[in-house]
């Protein structure tokens, strides 16, 4: 297994977005890279390829549809990868519980159209690692995510009415129920009156109306999954004329606000980016978390990478004479059995 990635230590949100596929391009590299297998993960920090054919035959399928030139290839180090972002570890924020969800997504994805075959005992294996260092290390211990930040920085901003365009996601949904918690006054956007259960309470107007409602706002919040803008400079402009102090959070990427609305007089804009500091500081709270997750995601990757050998090597290892000696190293010192395996059998 080999990947392309790009991520937010790597590229700016001004590169990122022009990675951020839709499900439409996901669906045509899994179609494209399907007999070697291939899942690809977008999200608002990181796009990342993962695939078991040639470097070549995938920056091939890239290239259909954007220039492959800022990725980083990852190739036997692929698998650590995997499994350092299924623990958290490659997160702005480390040690959050939203990465885990959405590789799990995007394996799934992958694997209704057919096109995980030759990954899926990696990914599985790297999904339950995930789940594991979150359970016994407590690096998710400290409530924080990007959503907790958002909300972080309205009630710091002290904002009392609230714009949200792009509240029924599982990023705004988590930023709205934050927000509700604390009392906050929400008027939420949608194309559809059906909100959930927990954002009873929300005054809902029709997204058409987000222009007219942003004069009554302190604050606004957008993450949506638009391709384009939601909030463009004119309408911002026009409806921020007086100069009034606000602040836009715009957590999407793409950007859903026109970047050229933080010279707007009044106006705060924080993009997904700069909550860097922010995650800076609740990373160096983890730190000793952080250091027991990535031995124990070592662990999971010698563990699987063991259980792989043995499967490749069933044959040669039944008729081992030391067979006995090997499938006990196995389950008690999986890297000493990689070594021996490697010895015995190259």
């Known amino acids: 297994m080999q990947c392309f990635y790009l991520d937010h230590e790597r590229a700016g949100i001004a590169v990122r977005e022009k990675y951020a596929f839709p499900a439409g391009v996901r669906a045509a590299l899994c179609a494209a890279l399907a007999a070697g297998g291939c899942v690809p993960l977008v999200t608002c920090n990181r796009t990342e390829l993962y695939f078991g054919g040639s470097a ?16 980083t290839l990852c190739g036997e180090g692929a698998e650590h990868r995997l499994f350092l972002l299924a623990a958290g570890l490659l997160s702005m924020l480390v040690g959050e519980d939203e990465v ?12 209704l159209r057919g096109a995980t075959a030759g990954l899926d005992a990696a990914f599985q294996a790297a999904l339950s690692c995930g789940k594991r260092v979150r359970a016994e290390t407590g690096i998710s211990s400290f409530a924080c995510s990007v959503a907790t930040l958002a909300a972080n920085a309205v009630f710091s901003f002290g904002a009392k009415q609230v714009l949200m365009v792009g509240a029924t996601g599982k990023i705004g949904g988590a930023v709205l129920k934050n927000l509700l918690s604390a009392g906050v006054l929400v008027t939420a956007t949608a194309r559809s009156h059906d909100f959930s259960a927990q954002a009873e309470g929300v005054l809902s107007v029709p997204y058409a109306e987000r222009y007219a409602r942003l004069r009554q706002a302190d604050c606004v919040v957008c993450c949506t999954a638009s391709p384009h803008l939601v909030l463009g400079l004119d309408g911002l402009k026009a409806a921020f004329a ?17 970047p050229r609305a933080a010279n707007l007089a009044g106006v705060r804009l924080i993009d997904i980016d700069g909550f860097r500091a922010a995650a800076a500081e609740n990373n160096q709270k983890k730190r000793e978390a952080a250091v ?3 031995a124990l995601a070592e662990e999971c990757l010698l563990d699987y990478r063991a259980g792989e050998a043995c499967r490749r090597l069933a044959d040669r290892l039944a008729a081992h004479p030391d067979r ?9 010192d999986p890297a000493a059995f990689l070594r021996a395996a490697e010895e015995y059998f190259k």
């Open 242 to 258: 007086d100069g009034k102090p606000r602040l836009l959070i715009d957590l999407a990427v793409p950007p859903d606000i026109d």
């Open 56 to 71: 070549e035959q995938a920056r091939r399928a890239l290239s259909a549809f954007c220039d492959p030139a800022p990725f």
């Open 100 to 111: 885990l969800g959405q590789l799990r997504d995007s394996y799934e994805f992958a694997r």
């Open 324 to 332: 006995e000696a090997l499938y006990c190293l196995r389950k008690c």
């Open 292 to 294: 027991r997750a990535a």
